[in-house]
């Protein structure tokens, strides 16, 4: 099961051109899957039950025991979307004959409205943060600034290497999703920050690694994963006192709700944000209009 799974998901990515989350939540997802196509085979007395026996009945089995175990809709979507691409692949391979997740609808998802906060608010973790005169703190104002400078997504600044800052044009290059790089402005404030983690912090948390090409380093040396990120900005805003409601997307939010209300028009943010349509970029009016 491992190996159609990694062949998939190899053809997925040539194909779709999946960010490396999307690969890595599929790949959870179908391994997920596969435990239970096992646990299903052990528990009747035999072996794992190969795709090739695959049935609605199955399929609604397993989702029944996704919601009995409290998965939210929106979990549970993304894994009907991974087998449904996976049972596409392996129909149109012909390791299957039929794809028994045709005709098969995903839970109705409402997505929450994105979570923005107050310039003030941010400035005052900024503000926390550059207050401790450690290699964590000065990494912390590096962060924040450039997430609130450009409203790139946490997944795209994890991704930065040290290379994608260019100091002399005040700029950081950002690999967006489906492989659209975009090149972003830096603001000095920005720019003083980043130069000041690189050049007082970032050899400190590199000491294992040197060789690390990453801009933005864990303790290990290794580079900041996406939930390393939320950890952090989650423990900044409890010290700082503040009273606020974090996602990994909040500096994002809030980013793109300050340039609609600076004047910027929809077709500049969309292409700061990396947004593929412009769609997506308008719910940001309403966030706007709210506060």
Do not use: C
Request: hydrophobic share 40%.
């Amino acid at each position: 099961m491992d190996e159609r799974i990694d062949a998939f998901l190899t053809t997925a990515q040539t194909e779709r051109s999946l960010s490396p989350h999307t690969v890595s939540a599929y790949r959870n997802d179908l391994r997920q899957f596969a435990e239970f196509l096992e646990a299903e085979g052990t528990r009747n007395g035999g072996s794992a039950i190969p795709v090739s026996g695959v049935d609605r009945e199955l399929l609604g089995g397993y989702f029944l025991h996704l919601r009995e175990r409290g998965y939210s809709p929106a979990t549970i979507a993304r894994k009907v979307a991974a087998l449904k691409s996976f049972f596409h692949y392996l129909r149109r391979t012909g390791e299957i004959a039929t794809d028994p997740t045709d005709g098969i609808g995903s839970p109705e998802v409402k997505k929450a409205p994105p979570v923005a906060i107050s310039a003030d608010a941010v400035q005052a973790l900024i503000t926390y943060a550059e207050q401790r005169d450690t290699p964590e703190g000065r990494r912390a104002s590096a962060m924040l600034r450039l997430m609130y400078a450009t409203g790139m997504r946490v997944s795209e600044l994890v991704t930065l290497d040290v290379s994608d800052i260019d100091f002399e044009r005040g700029t950081v290059r950002v690999a967006g999703r489906g492989s659209r790089a975009r090149v972003l402005p830096l603001d000095a404030a920005v720019l003083v920050a980043t130069r000041d983690y690189l050049d007082h912090a970032r050899q400190f948390l590199a000491r294992n690694a040197p060789d690390q090409p990453a801009l933005v380093l864990n303790h290990r040396g290794q580079r900041l994963t996406r939930q390393g990120f939320w950890l952090i900005m989650k423990s900044l805003v409890r010290e700082s006192g503040l009273q606020l409601t974090v996602t990994p997307h909040t500096l994002r939010h809030s980013f793109a709700t300050r340039q609609i209300d600076e004047g910027r028009a929809l077709e500049e943010l969309r292409q700061l944000l990396g947004h593929a349509s412009i769609s997506t970029t308008q719910v940001y009016t309403q966030l706007a209009a709210s506060h």
